[in-house]
């Protein structure tokens, strides 16, 4: 009987430790994002790929 307290101690304790280990990980740092970095992350001028059907558009535009 007193091994099966001991067991049950030891798997507690083993889980105590593990959860309190996960729980401290993760990204550290400020809660916010800056402004600065706000004007970084608007997306650039792409170029929008021309479909088959608009290329056809144009060739049947300069053909006549």
């Known amino acids: 009987m007193k091994a099966t307290h001991t067991l ?4 507690l304790i083993m889980s105590t430790v593990l959860l309190s280990a996960l729980a401290g990980c993760g990204q ?13 992350n608007q ?8 479909t088959v059907s608009e290329q056809n558009n144009t060739q049947q535009s300069q053909e006549q």
């Open 28 to 40: 550290s740092g400020p809660l916010y994002l800056p402004e600065q970095q706000a004007d970084q």
């Open 8 to 11: 049950q101690l030891k798997k």
């Open 43 to 50: 997306p650039q001028e792409t170029v929008k790929p021309v």
